[in-house]
Nanobody, 126 residues
Framework: QVQLVESGGGLVQAGGSLRLSCTAS????????MAWFRQTPGKEREFVAA????????YYRDSVEGRFTVSRDHAKNTMYLQMNELHSDDTAVYYC???????????????????WGQGTQVTVSS
């Protein structure tokens, strides 16, 4: 049973914007921290952004702070990642994740997440 489905990836020019979506089952979405990670070939999966289950706290990696915004809509069981001012080094496969992580350290560790989506490709051309 697929529990997380990402969408919204694609090809965009540097400086442009994209919005990623991650839709979950209500059971998965309601009480979990939700996060975005990304990965490029040959590199370890890296944290991008996370939002706690209430939506009151959000966290970002330094390189996307001020450019990316994570949000969640409980009525739609969907998390979003609005990405502005995209750089070529934002190119990656972006993964949505759900898990019981909490706190500004644990939410950035991919191994603490239990459920993952299939990934969506984001390509930024320079």
């Amino acid at each position: 049973q697929v529990q997380l489905v990402e969408s919204g990836g694609g090809l965009v020019q540097a400086g442009g914007s994209l919005r990623l979506s991650c839709t979950a089952s209500e059971h998965t979405f309601s009480r979990n921290t939700m996060a975005w990670f990304r990965q490029t070939p040959g590199k370890e999966r890296e944290f991008v952004a996370a939002i706690d289950w209430r939506g009151g706290s959000s966290y970002y990696r330094d390189s996307v702070e001020g450019r990316f915004t994570v949000s969640r809509d409980h009525a739609k069981n969907t998390m979003y990642l609005q990405m502005n001012e995209l750089h070529s080094d934002d190119t990656a496969v972006y993964y949505c994740a759900a898990g019981p992580s909490s706190g500004r350290i644990a939410v950035k560790i991919w191994k603490t997440y239990k459920i993952w989506g299939q990934g969506t490709q984001v390509t930024v051309s320079s």
